[in-house]
């Protein structure tokens, strides 16, 4: 039997690559690979292009897309995967042997959920068990089901929200699924970015009310408000002695030069709090596994995420690409200036509502310290000269050349330099010790 893989997509920018990328074996093996788009801001087209056999957009809405590819696939099985989740190597055989070896017609994977926080495991462990129980299957799970079964069943209903466990109720008629225990990787973001109780309860408050008859454009919309409108990423590196504020360890040594930067980082996301976002997260480098990042994250409440890209460009669009899949706004801040208050921050997001594409803070040292955008815009940060004073100058550039509507504050100065921390210990903003040197 010959299989298809449909993959719904939104602003997938960060993701989608990595997702096909896994999936082309199978697709050398004779799998046909479709995206959906359902109009994306960000290049997700463009980059799901080189490795699918055909990329359809359609308007948003995970049930429509899913069934329009499902209308264009040629495909007996058709696969329908999450654009942040990979398959086993062998996903097809699984699934084509499966069904045909337990006469079943559709089915699901156990799912892997990625991320450092312990408490992701046992999500994934319940996922698992409770689907087995009840053969119910969710769209983390990669649903797959023959073409005759999927237009028995009536496809995916076009609702707003919990359109697979919908789904899997019809399939459920007509037997019970094939549960691959070779499990899946899917995603911790969800959890990660929103707070992994807060999710947790939330997600199973609305299956709960969907179960019990509740409109699922209701519980849609409570979902979004549940989302957050703004978003603060907060970007630093550990505070490790000998690779944290590299330019002042002349005067201050390497270990006092690394608990500058961990005061500065309390700094930062203390302030983001204070400018009561609807989601904080401390984006790191080079990974999560530093004990005072976590702990710090753990303090302000903060999501941990681990910054990806060659440079710090991006490393940026990254984590906006991947925030503003849930916010309408983002907001990022380095650890760098101290000068930068709540204050700030609540007039950055304004002007975001406001209107503007774009909101920058300035720094004197020709970068900036703070950069707000309402939609992914990978343009602002391929092929800038990072660390030179050139940085603010190269992006209201490239501002102008994508006709992007920008705000800009008032500027302020960051601490880098010598110069800099006597400026730090005369300003007040951070007790900090006079100079050894």
């Known amino acids: 039997m010959s299989l ?3 993959i719904p997509a939104l602003n997938e920018a960060g993701h989608i690559a990595a997702t096909l990328d896994s999936l082309q074996p199978l697709r050398r093996r004779g799998a046909e690979i479709l995206v959906v788009d359902g109009g994306s801001s960000d290049n997700t087209v463009a980059l799901a292009g080189a490795q699918s056999d055909r990329v359809l957009t359609t308007e948003p809405g995970r049930a429509k897309q899913m069934n329009a590819g499902a209308a264009a696939a040629s495909g007996e099985i058709l696969c329908f995967l999450h654009a942040d989740s990979r398959l086993p190597e062998n996903a097809d055989g699984l699934m084509i042997d499966g069904l045909a070896r337990s006469r079943r017609s559709w089915g699901r994977f156990d799912v892997r959920i990625e991320g450092k926080h312990p408490l992701l495991r046992v999500i994934a462990w319940m996922m698992n068990r409770r689907s087995r129980l009840t053969g119910i299957a ?7 089901v023959t073409r005759s079964l999927f237009e028995a069943a009536g496809r995916f209903p076009e609702i707003a929200l919990m359109e697979d466990i919908a789904f899997s109720k019809q399939l459920k008629i007509y037997g019970a699924p094939l549960c691959i225990a070779h499990p899946l990787t ?6 990660e970015q929103h707070g992994m109780w807060r999710t947790i309860v939330l997600m199973w408050r609305l299956r709960l009310a969907y179960w019990l008859g509740a409109d699922p454009d209701r519980l849609a919309l409570q979902y979004v408000q549940k989302n957050p409108e703004t978003a603060i990423l907060v970007f630093a590196r550990a505070p490790v002695a000998g690779a944290a504020k590299t330019r ?12 500058l930067h961990s005061r500065l980082i309390n700094r930062a996301l203390a302030t983001a709090r204070a400018a009561a976002p609807d989601s904080l997260a401390l984006w790191c480098a080079p990974d999560a596994g530093d004990a005072f990042l976590q702990s710090t994250a753990r303090q302000y409440d903060a999501g941990l995420q681990v910054q990806q890209g060659a440079d710090l460009g991006a490393r940026m669009a990254h984590a906006f690409a991947a925030t503003l899949q849930h916010a309408s706004h983002v907001i990022c801040i380095g650890a760098d200036c101290p000068a930068l208050t709540a204050l700030h921050l609540r007039d950055a997001r304004d002007a975001l509502r406001a209107g503007h594409d774009a909101v920058f803070v300035p720094a004197e040292d020709g970068g900036y310290a703070l950069i707000g955008l309402s939609r992914a815009a990978p343009e602002l940060f391929a092929g800038i000269a990072w660390g030179e004073a050139a940085v603010m100058a190269q992006t ?19 601490v880098d330099r010598p110069e800099d921390y006597h400026r730090l210990q005369q300003s007040g ?8 040197v």
């Open 4 to 6: 298809s893989i449909i």
């Open 138 to 144: 969710t769209g983390d799970q990669a649903m797959f």
């Open 186 to 191: 899917t995603s911790g973001r969800r959890w």
């Open 248 to 259: 002042l360890i002349p005067l201050l040594g390497a270990a006092g030069a690394a608990t």
């Open 396 to 414: 209201r550039e490239r501002l102008r050349e994508h006709g992007l509507r920008w705000h800009e504050l008032e500027m302020l100065w960051d």
């Open 429 to 436: 903003l951070l007790d900090v010790a006079p100079s050894p």
